[in-house]
């Protein structure tokens, strides 16, 4: 995973999908998550996971390899965090995410389907990039803006 770039999205930079994902072919163009809503033609670097017992390990908050991923030093420049969906990702906000200061409890994230309540005051808003250079990187996911 050290060689993994960043999603620009979410900020990970796993690239192995839950042990309980549902099945896809990735290598489908046009396809469409229905966990996450990604469309596959944006993650032909994702592989599926090796195969373990899904009552020992049925998220990634739980798994010990991701759990150890967080500390890394990477990581912890890009202030990552487990997500039990998509593993370690960043806790910024993309710059262009919607406003989410008015946002209820129930309500779901017009990006990534993520409902508000299982990331209240775990995500944060991102830092202007107003005045940021062309092909300037982005400090959270070192991707350029």
Excluded: F, W
């Excluded at 596959?40 to 994702?46: A, D, G, I, S, Y």
């Excluded at 890394?72 to 997500?83: G, L, T």
């Excluded at 389907?113 to 299982?118: P, Y």
């Excluded at 775990?122 to 940021?132: L, N, T």
């Amino acid at each position: 995973m050290a060689t993994a770039t960043a999603c620009p999205v979410v900020g990970t930079t796993n690239s192995v999908l839950p042990p309980n994902h549902p099945e896809i072919d990735l290598t489908v163009d046009g396809q469409t998550c229905p966990v996450v809503g990604a469309k596959t033609e944006h993650h032909h670097n994702l592989h599926k996971h090796p195969s373990v017992p899904l009552d020992e390990h049925p998220t990634a908050n739980e798994c010990p390899v991701l759990k150890n991923v967080v500390d890394e030093p990477k990581s912890k420049a890009m202030d990552d965090e487990v997500c039990p969906v998509i593993g370690p990702a960043t806790t910024v906000l993309p710059p262009d995410h919607p406003d989410t200061t008015s946002a209820k409890e129930g309500d779901v994230c017009p990006v990534t389907k993520a409902t508000v309540g299982h990331h209240k005051d775990k995500v944060h808003g991102h830092p202007s990039v107003q005045g940021a250079k062309e092909g300037a990187v982005c400090p959270v996911a070192g991707v350029k803006v």
